[in-house]
Each structure stands twice: as C-alpha cells, then as structure tokens.
C-alpha cells in the first residue's frame, strides 16, 4: 500500500484529562482531528518507538468508534506498526483491552471510549492511550501527546481499502503490517477464571436458588462478558441480567453505575428483593454494587475487599502487598492496610498514578470513590472483577455463616474497624470560571490567610490542617503517607468534562460509635457538609444552591 503525507494545522485542547481525550463527537468528526491525535499519539510513543509496535485496538463500541478505528488502523499502518490486534467490531471493555496488553506482549493500545460520559452523535467520544503495561500512559507521556499536537504539520496515512472488522482472524496487508481481529470477551473470561473461585460461586447460587441477582450493563460493552459469565459460566437464569445489549448511543442514557443513573437497577433491587444488584458503566471499568437497603460505597468495597483478599483464590497465590487508593477516597482502606501492617498509598484521582507501584510489586489492590476499584491482575479498574470479588467473599461467608449478605458483610466490617462516612456532590458544567474561583479561594485560605484559617471553629468541628494536595511518586521519589481517621473535605476539578468545568466536593466523617453504623450517609454527614459548603463557598462562586446529583 501507498503511504500519503497529509498537510495538517495544530487543533487546540487536544490534551488528555483524567483519563484520555474526551471531546463531543462532532470535534472528533473534524476532518483531520482524530488523524492528527493519532499521529502525535504514536510519534509520544516511549522507546522503541511507534515502528515495528504492536497495538491493540477496541472500545465500548459508542457513536464513531467504526469511523475512529478506520482512522487508527490507516494512521498506524503509515507509521510503520507493524501489527494491530483488534477486537470484534473494535469492541472491547476497558480491563478486557488492558488484559490483551498484557498478554500479547503489545507495545501499547487505543482504547476508543468516554466511559460513562453519554454516547451518540451529539454526545461524547474519546480515545485513551495506554502503554505495554496495560494502563493508561503516564502524564510524561501524555504531556508530550498534547504538545505534539500543538506543533503538528502533518500525519502519515496508509491508503488501505475499509477494514472488515467483523471476522475473526489474521490478514497481511503489505509486507509488514498485520490485522489480526480477536473475540472480544474469551481471554478476559479466562482471566476471571484464574482469578476467582467460579466453582464455590456456582454452588452457592445452586444452594441458595432464592438468592437473587440482577447485573445491569446499563446497554455499555460488558453486555456479552456478563452473558457469559454470570448466565453460561455461573448458571444463572438469563433475567439475572438487564440492560445488556451494547448499543452506540447506551439507548440515551448516562452509563454511569452509580444511584443516580442506575436508578432502574436500584428500584428493581428494593422492589423484588433482589439479594445482590450491581451495574457497569459504558467501557465496563466501574462498578456499583447494591443490595437491598445496602448501597456499598465504593471507598468502602476497597476496605471490604482488602480485609477479605485472602480469601480469593488469585491473592492466596500473589499475597496481598499493598494498597491504594485515591486522595479523595475515604480513609477505609487505610484501616485495612494498618491492620494488616501492609503498605498504603495515597495517589492523585485517575487509574494511571496506580501503575507504577503495581509494575513495582507495592501494592495489590486499589480503588477510587468514584465507582472504581481493581487489582494488580491488569492496569485498569475492573467492573465485573469488582463485582466477582463480592460473590466469591458472599459465597465463601455462606459455608460458616449461611444467610450472609451484603449488609451483613458491610455491619460486620464496620464493627471491626469503624465506618468512614463518605459522600460525593458534583456541581456539572458550571463555566470554567467559576470552578477557577472556587480553586483561588481554597488557595487564598491555604496561604495568605493560613494563619486564621487553621485552628477556626466552624459549628462543632476545629481546623485541623489544610494543603493543596501534591504527589510525589513514591517509585522514583518520596512516599507520602497519610491517616485519615478524623474529618476531612476536598474540593477539586474533575478533568473528564468534555465541556466548561464541574466542581466536585468530597466529605469524609469517621465513627467509631456503633448506633451510626447503620445510620444515612447523607444525614451523618449533614453538619460537615454545611461547613464545606461554608468554606468553599461553591454556592457563592457557582450560583448552584444544589449539586447535580449527590452519590
Ligand atoms: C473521574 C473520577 C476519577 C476516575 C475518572 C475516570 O475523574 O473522579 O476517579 O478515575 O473519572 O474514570 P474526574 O477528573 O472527572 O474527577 V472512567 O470510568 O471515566 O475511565
Ligand atoms: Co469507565
């Protein structure tokens, strides 16, 4: 095949956020504005480089993922990869993409999704790059993508014919590069195998046919993983799942498992008793898990999971090491760690900054608060994994304690450690400004009015300490650790919008006091929330008397 030079102009703002670049499909849809991201993707490429690389290619199948894997199959074959591994359709959830990386040895991969950000042509896309550990490339890397972009004059394009993408198998285009199209969910489900006890699962649901469980895909890509693997696999009956067909546009709505958006799952799981509820979002990487009267928060699934790990057949082989978590995530884990006498890790919000202590063997399990939580066995937060996890610890407290469930496991961890009250409020698409003041004021208060500001009683609770949050990666700098078993509030700005900006506030409260075990959240949490409120002034600088949604 021909390789063409295309001329092209710079676009702003192609600069990866949290996780990738997320824009509206319409930005994507800019002639040259995928090629060129492509383009300075591969060129950022760490050493060896973009030549004779290996990439793997897949998504959760939104609005313009056909059109953006054409675009990246064409752009690679230009600059010299020599091979593409593609999944079905370029269908593949995000553990399943960072699973395939691993385990062919790939260089790197594009993985075509905005998560939970809605789908559909007037919605959002977006690409994320990971590198050969099967995460999402460090910010060195993704620094240099974004100023590639800025200085880009031209790509280098391939004039190959459409790629089918609907078989399976190996195609040779040229003398040196290579398309080979996987099944989408075969090696993940045999990960999973490995990890998790399938057979003390499967005997628990058969002992207990009353126990009920509802999975909802929320129409994201884990559609046919859980078809497999909770109905084929696990024996459930098929009404065991909703939801499940992936659809580009998530059938309208937001594929973000949380209760707000899940709303049906959590209506279906109050109304017909349905012992274990749990959801995904679009590229299947998030997790929600809901019984009846017990909402797990997900800072609180990351302490419930690392004080069971032994139990699990894949850390009964690897121990359990450490554990991470993010700064605004809930000091439960914290607890776990400190008890087990296992190392734990604060790191900035995003999956990325957990690569490098699982590449160095320091920690095993991580999580987020915002529905995020996985393990060493890929380099990616893991929605089904999360959701295994909690069967296998369920199925193995039912061989001594029969009629053990969600809340059970969640009472019981609380009476051993205490409970780390944690809510979330997120002020969406205010205008950047506006977050930008928010973030000043919190500075001003940190510097030049430091010294009032510690110490200062609002209602019942005294300023302890305050800082503008730093990390200094502990595998090539110092290791920052902290205990959080007080109070604490955290402002910050999400980096996933594909417009304006949204503030989110993260308040934490410990109890050691077991009649609020059981207590709302929202309620337990009610004064401090007043007080941040107070002291962020985000109502003030926004003109938002309420968030978008509390989680
Ligand atoms: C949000 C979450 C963060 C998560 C990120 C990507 O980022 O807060 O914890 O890692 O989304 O998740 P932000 O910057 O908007 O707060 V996903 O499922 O989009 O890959
Ligand atoms: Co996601």
Redesign the pocket.
């Known amino acids: 095949f021909v390789i063409n030079t295309v001329a092209t102009t710079p676009f702003e703002g192609q600069k990866l ?4 670049l997320r824009k509206r499909v319409k930005v994507f849809q800019q002639e040259h504005y995928t090629a060129n991201f492509v383009q300075a993707s591969l060129d950022a490429m760490p050493n060896p480089g973009k030549k004779g690389a290996t990439l793997v290619v897949g998504g959760d199948g939104r609005y313009y993922t056909k059109e953006a894997a054409q675009i990246i199959i064409r752009v690679a074959a230009g600059n010299g990869v020599s091979k593409l591994i593609i999944g079905k359709n370029a269908i593949l959830s ?1 553990p399943a993409a960072s699973n395939l990386i691993r385990k062919r040895h790939a260089t790197g991969g594009f993985l075509l ?5 809605p789908g559909g042509p007037d919605n959002d896309f977006g690409i994320k790059f990971n590198v050969s550990n099967g995460g999402s490339a460090p910010e060195k890397i993704t620094d240099r993508i974004y100023e590639l972009s800025k200085q880009i004059k031209e790509y280098f394009i391939a004039g190959l014919p459409e790629v089918d993408l609907s078989n399976l198998g190996t195609k040779k285009f040229g003398e040196d590069f290579t398309i080979e199209i996987v099944d989408s969910v075969e090696d993940y489900v045999q990960l999973v195998k490995e990890i998790f006890d399938f057979e003390l699962i499967k005997q628990f649901f058969q002992k207990n046919p009353d126990y009920k469980v509802l999975f909802d895909s929320l129409h994201g890509v884990t559609g046919p993983y859980v078809e497999k693997i909770f109905v084929k696999e696990l024996g459930l009956p098929p009404t065991s799942i909703q939801n499940y067909v992936p659809l580009p546009d998530f059938g309208g709505g937001h594929p973000d498992p949380n209760l707000t958006y899940a709303r049906s799952l959590v209506e279906r799981v109050e109304k017909e008793n349905i012992n274990f509820g749990a959801a995904s ?1 679009g ?1 299947g ?2 997790n929600l898990i809901y019984g009846k009267n017990a909402f797990v928060n997900p800072s609180d699934s990351l302490a419930v999971i690392a004080a069971n790990a032994e139990i699990i057949p894949y850390f009964k082989r690897t121990g359990l090491k450490g554990i991470a978590r ?1 700064m605004p995530t809930s000091g439960a884990a914290d607890l776990v760690a400190k008890k087990k006498g296992i190392e734990m890790f604060e790191t900035p ?3 990325k900054f957990f690569g490098n202590l699982m590449d160095a063997g320091r920690i095993s399990i991580c999580g ?3 529905f ?1 939580t996985g393990s060493d066995h890929i380099r990616e ?1 893991d929605g089904i994994w999360a959701v295994l996890v909690w069967l296998n610890i369920i199925a193995h407290a039912n061989e001594k304690n029969p009629g053990t469930g969600i809340k059970e496991i969640l009472l019981a961890h609380y009476n051993e450690y205490g409970r780390n009250f944690f809510s979330r409020y997120d002020y969406e698409e205010v205008e950047e400004q506006q977050g930008n003041n928010v973030i000043e004021h919190l500075r001003n208060l940190l510097s030049t009015q430091r010294d009032s500001f510690i110490g200062k009683k609002y209602g019942n609770f005294t300023v302890k300490d305050a800082d503008d949050f730093e990390y200094h990666d502990p595998i090539d700098g110092s290791i920052s650790k902290k205990q959080a078993n007080g109070s604490r509030i955290v402002v ?1 700005l ?4 594909s417009h304006g900006a ?1 503030v ?1 506030l993260y308040v934490e409260k410990y109890s050691k006091d077991p009649s609020e075990y059981d207590a709302d959240p929202q309620k337990a949490l009610k004064p401090l929330i007043d007080v941040a409120l107070e002291i962020s002034q985000i109502p003030t600088f926004t003109g938002r008397s309420e968030p978008t949604g509390p989680r």
């Open positions: 956020g949290t996780s990738g995000t999704t905005a998560s939970h950000n979002d590229d990487d998030r993010s919000t995003g999956w987020e608060e915002s995020g937060k910050r999400s980096g996933t919008g949204t989110r």
